[in-house]
């Protein structure tokens, strides 16, 4: 770890900008590792966009940090018996960062605007089972669904349900409005962003920082270096490999939470040869996933089968982690007809080294079935364009979602929007299951029937989720009241800065 820091990364981060010490004293200097490609929050699809759309935005419900669904923009909410009707009061006097009062007809225009296939919005997929939405009220909203949903209000706390002034929809890609704690100021593409703070904020008092700048520097090392200089003073999701480097660190320290995100080996179900469910399987049998948290996360995680990590209520507690079983993938491969094994491609962001790291690893295991893989390093930038739904065999990996249904139902459903964005999986039982899933409202048949989805993905392995990782933050021991969130946004309602 001592030669961690090349002199080229020390160079790049003593060339970050010199801080004024008036804007140093209380405005909070954060790493991100990719520029933001859109900042139209419905829009959004990366993580590093979310942390900035947790920043200036709300929803109706939030997610507190021990997961809990609260009230946000909503004040309070009601079902009618059969779950198909669901009623919002929102909160009184809330305004929006240009100064106009919220009121129902935004909650309205936002939701329509996202269930526009238009509007390309992923966080469609979530609002599925809404027929109708009208403001019944000045601060009233109701919706109509087509089926019973309970878990409806939960769904509203996700990143890109976030509310829109109606007013502004058409600024939203330039200058974003929201209702959140910061306020947008300026955005440099692939440099920084800047936020200040809202004084008008609902909640009282809060926040306590003037402002946040995102600084965007994609070398890790030159993020680490940042860190250690005190040009930066957080820098979100530190790389694993450098967690040992800050345990006794004098002027930083490790903030951890353990989390329901994932990595994954995505396998394109409808391309050969991963369209023939015994070729994913025999992949799956080269893999030994206990080996992989440790060579792609350096132990900071937990092999899963889905996206239900260990610990979850939900999760298969009868299901085990077979070791790989080589002479079973090889007889699958001879049936499908790849006696010999074959040679493929696998593309992984070259930006993302534990990923990297993870498709490293996959091709060395896979190796000794006859899987031939040839790793190759493509630009993150490029993946939504030229990876993602189209490749063969790609590592990718995705956020913790707020609710079980909005980290399977997107992801497995046939219809599900980034299912067509990833392994493009059409199971007819896992239809069925998650949507019985979605109408009932008795907890242990939901147990039963996730338990179940677990062991039907695990038979037809649409692709290899290989664990679920902890989220690690690098912090200043000048910022005082930070908190990791399983869900990675960063949470700096609360926080301060020692001077």
Do not use: C
């Amino acid at each position: 770890m001592k030669n961690f820091l090349s002199v080229a990364a020390v160079a790049v981060a003593m060339s970050l900008p010199i801080w004024t010490p008036a804007l140093a004293q209380n405005s909070l200097r954060a790493a991100l590792a990719t520029t933001l490609y859109q900042l139209d929050p419905s829009k959004t699809t990366i993580g590093d966009e979310y942390i900035y759309v947790h920043l200036v935005f709300n929803g109706l419900s939030r997610i507190d940090p021990d997961l809990t669904v609260k009230p946000d923009l909503a004040e309070s909410w009601k079902a009618s018996d059969d779950l198909k009707t669901w009623v919002f009061k929102l909160r009184d006097g809330v305004k929006f960062h240009h100064g106009r009062t919220l009121d129902a007809e935004d909650v309205v225009v936002t939701v329509k605007r996202i269930l526009d296939p238009q509007t390309g919005s992923r966080g469609r997929s979530n609002l599925t089972m809404v027929d109708t939405v009208e403001a019944t009220g000045p601060l009233e909203v109701t919706f109509k669904l087509n089926i019973a949903y309970a878990g409806f209000p939960d769904v509203f706390a996700d990143r890109q349900l976030r509310i829109v002034p109606r007013d502004k929809v058409d600024e939203l890609s330039t200058h974003p409005i929201g209702t959140g704690p910061f306020k947008f100021k300026s955005w440099s593409p692939g440099d920084r962003m800047e936020l200040v703070k809202n004084p008008d904020y609902f909640e009282a008092s809060l926040p306590k920082l003037d402002g946040v700048t995102l600084r965007i520097i994609p070398e890790a090392a030159a993020r680490i270096a940042a860190l250690e200089s005190g040009s930066i003073d957080l820098l979100w999701n530190l790389p694993f490999e450098a967690v040992e480097k800050f345990e006794n660190h004098k002027t930083i320290r490790i903030d951890s939470v353990p989390t329901p995100t994932w990595d994954g080996v995505i396998l394109n179900n409808e391309r050969p040869p991963f369209n023939d469910p015994r070729v994913r399987k025999a992949l799956a049998l080269t893999i030994d996933k206990s080996a992989l948290v440790e060579l792609a996360l350096f132990g900071q995680g937990a092999p899963t089968f889905s996206p239900l990590p260990p610990g979850h209520p939900y999760f298969n507690t009868e299901m085990k982690f077979a070791p790989p079983d080589i002479a079973q993938a090889k007889k699958l491969l001879a049936e499908a007809g790849y006696p010999n094994g074959f040679d493929i491609p696998m593309q992984v962001p070259q930006e993302r080294e534990q990923r990297v790291r993870l498709g490293v690893a996959v091709r060395d295991m896979a190796r000794a079935a006859g899987i031939r893989i040839n790793v190759e390093r493509v630009p993150f930038a490029t993946y939504a364009a030229n990876v993602a739904g189209k490749a063969q065999l790609f590592i990718d990996g995705y956020f913790a979602r707020p609710t079980v249904d909005t980290s399977l139902y997107p992801f497995y459903h046939s219809s599900g929007s980034w299912n067509r964005q990833l392994w493009l999986y059409n199971e007819p039982r896992v239809d069925r299951i998650l949507d019985e899933a979605r109408r009932t409202n008795d907890e242990e048949a939901r147990k039963k029937l996730f338990k179940e989805f677990q062991v039907v993905v695990e038979e037809t392995q649409p692709s290899i989720i290989a664990y679920a990782q902890a989220h690690v933050n690098g912090v200043s021991r000048r910022v005082e009241g930070f908190k990791s969130t399983p869900m990675l946004w960063l949470e700096l309602k609360n926080v301060t800065l020692k001077p």
